[in-house]
Nanobody
Framework: QLQLVESGGGLVQPGGSLRLSCAASGFTLDYYAIGWFRQAPGKEREGVLCILSSGGTRNYADSVKGRFTISRDNAKNTVYLQMNSLKPEDTGIYYC???????????WGQGTQVTVSS
């Protein structure tokens, strides 16, 4: 069964950091682009960052520039989202998918909740 599982979310104070993980099982993610998406309360899901199989990255959210980075560890079959200088508006459920464009995602996992609050 092909699966991506998100983890690493939690409650953090403004200005803090979190590292989210997207672990693949049932397939090797080396050959796939992996995107991180998020959905804030009452808002539509939006793309955040995507990493291509080549290692190149795409940023879909201007608000995270300079604060979030995406990386992949093919040996661990995992993609990471490092989030620094977190703001309350970063609060939401974060999802990963084997796509950069959410229009092509057929199935969403449970995601991982990120709450930025003092």
């Amino acid at each position: 069964q092909l699966q991506l599982v998100e983890s690493g979310g939690g409650l953090v104070q403004p200005g803090g950091s979190l590292r989210l993980s997207c672990a693949a099982s049932g397939f090797t993610l080396d050959y796939y682009a992996i995107g991180w998406f998020r959905q804030a309360p009452g808002k539509e899901r939006e793309g955040v960052l995507c990493i291509l199989s080549s290692g190149g990255t795409r940023n879909y959210a201007d608000s995270v520039k300079g604060r979030f980075t995406i990386s992949r560890d093919n040996a661990k079959n995992t993609v990471y989202l490092q989030m620094n200088s977190l703001k309350p508006e970063d609060t939401g459920i974060y999802y990963c998918a084997a796509e950069c464009n959410s229009d092509y995602v057929d199935y969403w996992g449970q995601g991982t909740q990120v709450t930025v609050s003092s």
